[in-house]
């Protein structure tokens, strides 16, 4: 069974950093690409960053150079390090494979 489990959100004050991490089971993430996306308050779900099956990262304009996906292939984990956090980042965050996800997780970014 395929399945996707999110954790490592929180609530941070402006600046700050968080590390999200989604474990895998049921599959091999090294043989695939993967993605992180957020859904705000009252907003649609939006793309964040992916990962190509070749290792080649992407990220949307407003979170390059603060964000990093990686994955470490033995432990089956997607990471997304997350620094100098703002406000707009608040959302939950799901990891994704195709159309699959996790429950999410939630990030709150607030002074």
């Known amino acids: 069974q395929v399945q996707l489990v999110e954790s490592g959100g929180g609530t941070v004050q402006p600046g700050d950093s968080l590390r999200l991490a989604c474990v895998a089971s049921?599959?091999?993430?090294?043989?695939?690409?993967m993605q992180w996306a957020r859904q705000a308050p009252g907003q649609g779900l939006e793309w964040v960053s992916n990962?190509?099956?070749?290792?080649?990262?992407y990220y949307r304009d407003s979170v390059k150079g603060r964000f990093t996906l990686s994955k470490d292939n033995a432990k089956n984990t997607l990471y997304l390090q997350m620094n100098d956090l703002k406000p707009e980042d608040t959302a939950v965050y799901y990891c994704?494979?195709?159309?699959?996800r996790g429950q999410g997780t939630q990030v709150t970014v607030s002074s």
């Open positions: 049921g599959f091999t993430i090294r043989r695939y690409g």
């Open positions: 994704r494979w195709g159309q699959i």
């Open positions: 990962i190509t099956n070749d290792g080649t990262t």
